[in-house]
C-alpha cells in the first residue's frame, strides 16, 4: 500500500492506494502546531476505523507547500508506519519539463498536478486548482510547462471584505441566482461568487489565446471549489478531484520502476 499525502495551506489530504486502486482517503487540519504523535494516531485511527493494516504500508509520498508541518508529518510516518517519505521536490524531482526561461520553479502541487493531468487526459491542457489561491497553468501538446498565474481563492476575497468592511457580514460560498440581489448576503455572494467565476471564464479564455494552439485544449480543474465553479460555467472540460493524489501515486511508480527508489 502507498499512502500519498498532498499538503495544502488548509487540508492534508491522505491517499492509501493499492495499486491503482484509492483503497481510502481522509483529511486533515494542516496545523503546524500538530505532534507528530497526533498525526500518527490520527492517521492510523483511519487504518482502524476501515479495518486496513498499517503494515501493509510499503511507502508514503508527500508533495507539500507548508515547510512548517513537515518535519513532524515525516517524523509520523517513520514513527507510526516505518517509512521515510519521499518528498517531492526534497528527495524526488517531478519531472515536469518547461518551456519557460528562468531557473524557477512551480509548487509541488502543481507540478504533481500537472503530471496527473497530462497522463490521464493527454496534452494540450489548462489545469486549474482551486485551493486557498488559484492557479491556472499552461501545458503544451507535448507536456512541456508553457506557465500560468496565481490569483486569491474566493474564500480569502470574501473573507477580506468581512474583515476590512465592518458593516458587511461574513457568507457562506453559495452561487445565487441573479447578480442583482437584494439583501447585503445576497449582493456579497453576486459579486465575490459570480464575479470569481466571472474572472476564472477570462483566465481560461486569455491563457488559451496565448497558448497559440491549433488543437483543442482541454481544460481541467481540481480543489475544493472545482465542483462549484465548474457547474456554473461551460469552460472547463473536467473536475478530478484526485489529480495530485493520482500523480503522487503516477510519481512514485515511475521511480519505483526506474530503481531509483
Not at 485511527?45 to 507539500?64: H, T
Not at 459579486?191 to 470569481?196: E, N, P, S, T
Amino acid at each position: 500500500m502507498l499512502i500519498a499525502i498532498d499538503v495544502g495551506n488548509t487540508n492534508m489530504v491522505f491517499g492509501l492506494f493499492r495499486g491503482e486502486a484509492l483503497a481510502g482517503s481522509f483529511r486533515l487540519k494542516t496545523d503546524a502546531n500538530r505532534t507528530s504523535d497526533e498525526i500518527g494516531l490520527l492517521a492510523t485511527a483511519y487504518f482502524s476505523r476501515f479495518a486496513l493494516d498499517p503494515a501493509e504500508v510499503e511507502a508514503v509520498i508527500i508533495a507539500s507547500v507548508v515547510p512548517q508541518v513537515m518535519y513532524t508529518l515525516n517524523s509520523a510516518m517513520i514513527k507510526y508506519f516505518g517509512r521515510e517519505p519521499l518528498v517531492i521536490d526534497g528527495n524526488v524531482d517531478p519531472g515536469l519539463p518547461y518551456g519557460v526561461a528562468g531557473d524557477e520553479r512551480l509548487g509541488p502541487d502543481r507540478a504533481v498536478a500537472d503530471i496527473a493531468a497530462i497522463e490521464k487526459y493527454g496534452a494540450p491542457l489548462i489545469v486549474l486548482d482551486f485551493g486557498t489561491a488559484t492557479t491556472v497553468d499552461a501545458l503544451s501538446r507535448e507536456g512541456t510547462y508553457l506557465g500560468g498565474c496565481i490569483t486569491a481563492g474566493v474564500r480569502i476575497s470574501v473573507d477580506a471584505l468581512f474583515q476590512k468592511a465592518a458593516m458587511l457580514p461574513s457568507v457562506e460560498l453559495t452561487v445565487p441566482g441573479t447578480v442583482l440581489g437584494s439583501t447585503a448576503v445576497g449582493q456579497i455572494q453576486a459579486g465575490a461568487v459570480l464575479g470569481y467565476i466571472g474572472s476564472i471564464e477570462y483566465l481560461i479564455r486569455r491563457t488559451k489565446a496565448e497558448m497559440n494552439c491549433p488543437e483543442p485544449i482541454r481544460v481541467v480543474a481540481t480543489g475544493g471549489l472545482a465542483r462549484m465553479v465548474a457547474d456554473h460555467t461551460s469552460l472547463i472540460d473536467v473536475v478530478d478531484g484526485r489529480l495530485i493524489l493520482d500523480g503522487l501515486r503516477l510519481i512514485y511508480r515511475r521511480e519505483k520502476d526506474a530503481g531509483r527508489i
